[in-house]
């Protein structure tokens, strides 16, 4: 690996044999920290709980060894990994759809995947099925829900404001639907429909992780190209055809794979909302950047999963709230900042 130093103030150029990537030095940078963050937070997770585990005994019991390690490895681990995966992908997956869009309100749980996936789930749940049938249908569900909104918003052309809206009233029509099967089913069964539409980590383990990390690992090799091809999603429509690019086929390749990793996160973890919405942007603004970076905001989700995971568990103990609660509660208030200073823009 080589590293050059670019024309451009604070651009390094990293060759990788006969590839060459042009790096930020502001994004190499805040991409450590937030590495380092994670690492840390991850750790936290791992030591503090009802008995409290200290770092040194954590990593002891990483390797196998100490009176630790039962609960470390068997109770904690699983869960930060869930974690950090459904994180990842979240950001990765609001990052996309706010290029495609260039809206900072646009995200997975705004678009009516979340929603479409927590349609499907409650009809399994509610319907007596076995738990093997949640995740596949989960995942179909929230993908059928996007297709809609591409449908719905591809009529008259891909544009971002129709796309925001479209995924708005799908995301509505379908959470109504849902609560129609939850009132209408075993009260037992509606509960637990309940549970898992309020998004959780709890009880989820190294299968989940699998079925997460082994697509993104499939599809790495898109999601390289996604993040060169967003440095054309913001531009302006004419002058991006002008430059020739397809943009109507780049912008519906690039929501689809927002689509299929978002939708992939809910149908193991449930909608932990804002996440997809918040990581992106925070990325960005830490970068200064004009769209959100994709490793970067997957760190950022990833960072904001487990630690907001970490206080669901802790603060209210021994009560363990849902991740997906205390993650909603912070996105309340700041969709409303978003929406003040755009309206004050």
């Given amino acids: ?13 990293v060759g990788f044999g006969p590839v060459a990537v042009t790096v930020r030095r502001r994004a190499l940078v805040f991409g450590v920290v937030l590495a380092v963050l994670t690492a840390v937070a991850a750790l936290a997770s791992l030591a503090i709980g009802s008995t409290f585990v200290a770092p040194a005994d ?17 109770l904690r681990l699983p869960r930060v990994e869930v974690g950090l995966a459904v994180g990842a992908l979240l950001g990765v997956s609001g990052a996309l759809l706010q290029s495609v869009t260039r809206n900072p309100l646009a995200g997975p749980d705004v678009m009516g995947v979340t929603q479409g996936a927590g349609l499907a789930a409650t009809a399994v749940m509610t319907a007596g099925l076995g738990a093997s049938w949640l ?7 929230g993908l059928a ?9 591809g009529r008259t052309g891909l544009t971002a404001n129709r796309f925001v809206l479209s995924g708005i009233a799908v995301a509505l029509a379908l959470r109504a639907l849902t609560e129609v099967f939850i009132i209408g089913s075993d009260p037992a069964d509606g509960e637990r429909a ?6 959780s980590l709890a009880g989820l383990g190294q299968r989940e992780t699998l079925t997460l990390l082994v697509p993104l690992l499939v599809l790495s090799p898109v999601l390289f190209w996604a993040g060169r091809a967003l440095d054309t999603a913001g531009l302006d429509d004419d002058l991006a055809r002008g430059l020739g690019v397809r943009v ?15 939708a992939l996160a809910t149908s193991q973890a449930g909608a ?15 970068l200064r950047s004009d769209r959100p970076p994709l490793l970067c905001a997957a760190l950022t989700g990833a960072l904001l999963t487990v630690v907001a995971d970490l206080i669901a568990r802790t603060a209210f103990a021994p009560v363990q709230l849902p991740v997906g609660v205390l993650t909603a509660a912070l996105g309340g208030p700041y969709l409303l900042w978003l929406l003040v200073r755009r309206k004050t823009r």
Avoid: K, Y
């Avoid at 690996?1 to 150029?13: E, I, S």
């Avoid at 995740?135 to 569900?141: K, R, S, V």
């Avoid at 309940?194 to 998004?199: E, F, K, P, T």
């Fill in 1 to 13: 690996m080589t590293a050059v130093r670019h024309p451009g103030a604070g651009v390094l150029v």
């Fill in 58 to 74: 954590v990593l002891s019991a990483l390797g196998g060894e100490g009176p630790a390690s039962l609960i470390v490895q068997d």
């Fill in 135 to 141: 995740g596949p249908a989960a995942l179909l569900g």
């Fill in 145 to 153: 829900a996007a297709a809609a909104v591409f449908a719905f918003a």
């Fill in 194 to 199: 309940r549970v898992w539409l309020s998004g």
């Fill in 248 to 262: 109507g086929a780049r912008r519906l390749l690039l929501g689809a794979v927002a689509v299929v990793l978002a």
């Fill in 272 to 286: 932990v909302d804002f996440v997809a919405l918040a990581a992106p942007q925070l990325a960005r603004r830490l």
